[in-house]
């Protein structure tokens, strides 16, 4: 069984956001019937999809530390998707992405309503729009969830900075990558940073640390998860980031080769550019970011990445990161079940194919 499911974690989730999303659709119709696509789209997004590793990561954490299963925590703890829902919306406008799990991505939707109504100006720009408002809506309603799911004000309390600076971080993190493309820097150095604060921290170590603050646990469990956390959250990453390039789209729900066309200045590109020769590089570079790169260019550049050994240095990077996440969670007294979920949960975030 998956860690995900494990105490019927992924259907508590999922009925936790189902009931606030069901509240928060006759919110917007209250206001004006015309929102009603507003939550339409935003239930089919959060709802349509996504591994709940989040959720999860912060699940196991709590019961790790000693925290006692309840409601409460799993409603607190389902608000991290509306974070994700929100990056994610955000991510795919600023990449122009056109799918997002096999579906179309939120920008694109909302442009083909525009334009299958008929309604005056530009539909794209009016995708943009709604794309970039309903990621603010999501991160709005990250911080309600968490607020309204019923725990103590005390406890609360606790969780707030960590969630307050996971939110910071991912933001922060996204704007690093949008420079870090714009500025052209291809060292490794600058791709693990954007990794690290981009992905890493908010996919496992804070949330790792949100269950730990809800569960009052101490110093040496906290030290733990983040040294758990930081180098699984970045293995989880440049898993991504090798799908991003390799994966199959009828799994990743992604066109083949996205991560290339949308200029992605990844940890795998940054290795194949500093080990490739000259040619290689020329190449690599003068087709990095070319929306207009077919399948047969995808499939150079792929051969240029494998060629320079920069997958292998990405899957052993990978491995290492991963075997030093697993020695940190060894190191410390944990909740056997948590611990073996955590254990079984860096396997699954880090061997995935989707």
Known sequence: MSPVDRADLRQRVDKALTEFLAGQRARLAAVDDALVPVAEAIEAFVLGGGKRLRPAFAYWGFRGAGGVDGEPVLAALASLEFVQA????????????????????????????????????DPDSFGDAAALLLGDLCLVWSDELLHSAGLDPWVLARARPVFDEMRTEVTVGQYLDVLTQATGDTSVERASKVARYKSAKYTVERPLLLGAALADATADVRTAYSAYGLPLGEAFQLRDDVLGVFGDPALTGKPAGDDLREGKRTYLVAAAVETTDDAGRELLL????????????????????????????????????????????????????????????????????D
């Open 286 to 353: 003068g087709r990095l970011g070319d929306p207009e790169l077919d399948e047969e260019g995808v499939a150079r550049l792929r051969e240029l990445i494998t060629a320079s050994g920069a997958l292998a240095r990405t899957e052993q990077r990978i491995v290492t990161l991963t075997d030093s996440a697993l020695a940190a969670l060894a190191a410390v007294d944990l909740d056997t079940e948590a611990r073996q979920a955590l254990v079984d949960l860096a396997i699954a975030a880090t061997r995935r194919a």
């Open 86 to 121: 929100s990056a994610l919306m955000h991510d795919d406008l600023m990449d122009r992405s056109d799918t997002r799990r096999g579906e179309p991505a939120v920008h694109r939707r909302f442009a083909a309503r525009h334009r299958q109504a008929g309604w005056g100006g």
